[in-house]
């Protein structure tokens, strides 16, 4: 039921997102851009979380590596942005894999904060390699260069707003047929139960790793867009704060929907504008909001919002 | 090859207790053997052992002829050995039918799909379908699984093993928790099954009414060891295995 | 011979700080299957009211002794108030509220405190230093080992000596049990999270002369004290002691003799650990 309301919505969202840039001001159609970034994050994490049953509190990390890599290839190449964005993407894949291996190897809390360990270890890393990350002030001057080469440049706001959104829907996209193949149905049931998995015939954790890397990839994409969109790329988008943050986005949205982490990024990113505009210690009042949906609503936004549905039909 | 499995000297300590020790024993193919024996003798650990969930301390378990001892329980599934647990262990939020799907999609392989969706599914669907049938939960496919009743969810572990297309079927304590009327249901859903797929069958069970009225030789372990192995007649007239029960009425 | 003897201290002193850290993570997990990811955040917390407890009074021995109580007392009405009631849930939600947590706690002390570091001086009998083995060495640090044996000790004989200790292992080991068998088990999860936050603030105050109270010492020690519970294996006392003595020794070594690639080495332990036996040296094989 809920899936023919999705069918119903989509051609909306998509309308609205075409026609949004015309719209906004100049500063709004800026957080769009930005929402729709860690939209892309949060849904990469709710590849390995909703759908494996993974919780990894270190998945800015390749947000983070997806931002250095793009930065650097830019700053260094100036090739068009997608090659930039695949640099990113395959740094974060790259990266991840043997952490993933080794990761992959716990299970429940032990894996989460490995992953966390990890991703401080990277941090530190991108932290004190001055010569090539630029230490704690990071990679300034990121320049936006062009569609595709000889194609039209991406400095133009709503140019490079168009490439985001189609990145991300074109993601969305590709997520939704991933957990739906034969490898994505796997993915859920080693969620559901990995013994009764392992004891139905395969070692859950090829599968594992497996995803661990596309999410990672996802991450990497979605922060190569950010380093040219902002200008810039600096340790802070590796902190635990994002990983975090991201955890946030796709508990508020809905874990498991891929869409709900995607709007719940939305969600909890306009919050924090809203709130930061009033006070400098939002993160109190996030951090508050957030406990009272983690007790209250475990289904998250888009939980609670098809419950809503569903009881008024 | 007439014989399915053997194990020889099998055994298996935990520190100092020794839970299975010295099994030797031969299952033909198609037969529908019953191993029973007092709490803690020793049944479930036995099982473990042959589906490869626990590494043996001793002796060997042969499968077809070929000695499976050092392979892991995803391989000897593969293998063709299934089973089902004690404790039902499916797959909660999934659908009825996804659990049996992804017990045929396991055992068959091209797991790593990444892409193609339903196309791919469906031949895994149809045959989910018909274990569900033949289960008696056709009907039932769509909801979650975790919202049968427990007489179902017995019978739902049974599908997914059963739907392996297994050569041996290990079926551990499969009427555990039944009502009469679900454990009358469940013994006829088992013997059809044995017929008609020409299954070999291993069962582990408390229930003495069920077990004299499927087994057709029954293995009686006592404290991991086997004190007895024959037909159903010799068991139940069998001095040491009314001893082990302590007065166990037969 | 000097040298060793002053590397061997610095090792025993981290040690003594990861143990009084990890410790109280340890013990959360083993009784209420929890990871608290706000552990950490008490941590700095202690160390932070011990600035304040200093400032005022001028007394670190008070300070030291009234401290751990407060943040004990925070930790528990935290718990009381949130953590109780979604302790049927899957195991994400509380580690997901515990983070919830950290962000309230990491924030407000950056409200109370403002962002820079706070210094603590330590009381003028732990001032200077001592000869040991023939090199000098710092009194304070020697005074972190002896309070990190002497809190273990005590702690340990708490678990296996007292009723109450037997009480809180019960509920450990089946909390339905000891539920029936009239066991106020809330009231037990509670006291238990709420001791093992006033571990960390001991831990945390006691830090706090020679680390200063800092923004983001939660974190850094949270991880730390992972590695050492995940070396010596969740839920096992005895595993924090040994983890806390390895990665003690392995911090303190790594940083003269490999300073940028120490956490590296720290890193590689975990992952041997996690290779070839994931669940800790003295944890349960699951």
Known sequence: ?313 | MNVMLETHGLGRAFGALQAVASVSMTVRRGELRAVIGPNGAGKTTLFNLISGLLVPTAGRVVFNGEDITGLSAPVRCRRGISRTFQITSIFPELSVRENVRIAVQLKAGRNFRLFGGRALLEPTERRAQESLAALGLGDRGDVPAATLPHGDQRLLEIAMAVAQEPELLLLDEPTQGLSPEDTRATVEVIRRLARERRLTILLVEHDMDVVFDLAERISVLHFGQLIADGAPDEIRTNPDVQKAYLGEAD | ?286
């Open chain 1, 1 to 313: 039921m809920t899936l023919a309301r999705t069918r119903a919505l989509a051609p909306a969202a998509l309308a609205a997102l075409a026609i949004l840039p015309w719209v906004l001001a100049r500063h709004q159609l800026s957080i769009l851009v930005d929402l729709l970034i860690f939209g892309l994050f949060a849904m990469s994490l709710d590849l390995i979380m909703g759908y494996t049953g993974m919780v990894s509190f270190g998945h800015a990390a390749y947000f983070g590596l997806g931002a250095y890599g793009s930065a650097l290839v830019l700053i260094h190449f100036e090739p068009p942005i997608p090659v930039a964005l695949l640099a990113g993407a395959l740094l974060a894949g790259v990266v991840a894999a043997p952490v993933g291996w080794f990761s992959t190897r716990a299970t429940g809390i032990y894996f989460a904060m490995l992953t966390l360990a990890f991703a401080q270890l990277l941090y530190t890393v991108a932290y004190k390699w001055r010569d090539l990350t630029g230490g704690s002030d990071g990679i300034a001057g990121v320049p936006k260069t062009t569609l595709f080469w000889g194609g039209p440049s991406l400095a133009e706001r709503r140019t490079f707003y168009y490439l985001v959104a189609v990145t991300v829907v074109l993601s969305l996209l590709a997520c939704r047929a991933l957990v739906r193949s034969p490898f994505g149905r796997a993915l859920q049931a080693i969620r559901e139960n990995e013994h009764r998995f392992v004891s139905l015939g395969r070692d859950s954790r090829p599968f594992k790793l497996v995803v661990f890397v596309i999410a990672a990839a996802f991450a990497g994409l979605a922060g190569a867009l950010f380093a040219p969109f902002r200008g810039f790329a600096s340790p802070e988008v590796m902190f635990w704060v994002l990983s975090g943050q991201g955890l946030m986005m796709v508990i508020t949205g809905g874990i498991g929907t891929l869409v709900g982490p995607l709007i719940g990024a939305m969600v909890f990113l306009l919050v924090q504008e809203i709130l930061s505009s009033y006070t400098e210690h939002w993160m109190i009042f996030t951090g508050a909001v957030f406990v009272l949906i983690v007790i209250f609503l475990p289904g998250g936004v888009v939980g609670a919002a098809r419950r809503w549905f569903e009881a008024r039909a």
């Open chain 3, 1 to 286: 011979m000097a040298f060793v003897a002053e590397q061997l201290l610095n090792a025993l002193a981290l040690a003594a700080l990861l143990f009084l850290v990890s410790a109280g993570l340890s013990l959360v997990f083993g009784i209420l299957r929890v990871v608290n990811f706000a552990h950490g955040v008490f941590y700095m917390l202690g160390a932070y009211l011990a600035f304040t407890a200093v400032t005022v009074s001028g007394q670190f021995w008070l300070s030291l002794l009234l401290v751990p109580p407060v943040v004990g007392i925070v930790g528990a009405l935290l718990e009381a108030s949130t953590l109780r009631f979604i302790y049927r849930r899957p195991p994400i939600y509380q580690l997901l509220l515990t983070f919830g947590l950290a962000l309230i706690l990491e924030e407000s002390v950056h409200v109370l405190y403002g962002p820079t570091a706070k210094g603590v001086d330590p009381p003028a009998l732990l001032q200077g230093s001592v000869q040991v083995l023939g090199a000098a060495y710092p009194r304070y640090r020697l005074f972190l080992v002896v309070l990190g044996v002497a809190v273990g000790v005590a702690v340990w004989l708490f678990l296996t000596r007292t009723r109450a200790g037997l009480v809180v292992r019960a509920v450990a080991q089946n909390s339905e049990m000891a539920d029936c068998l009239g066991a106020d088990v809330p009231r037990v999860r509670t006291l238990v999270f709420g001791a093992a936050c006033a571990l960390a603030g001991l831990g945390g105050a006691a830090a706090a002369p020679m680390t200063t109270a800092y923004l983001g010492m939660g974190v850094g020690v949270i991880v730390d004290a992972f590695v050492v519970v995940v070396i010596g294996g969740l839920g096992s006392f005895g595993g924090s002691m040994a983890g806390s003595l390895i990665v003690g020794a392995a911090q303190t070594w790594g940083a003269f003799y490999l300073p940028e690639t120490a956490m590296v080495i720290m890193y590689a332990v975990m992952g041997g650990i996690l290779i070839f036996r994931p669940w800790g040296l003295f944890g349960q094989e699951e």
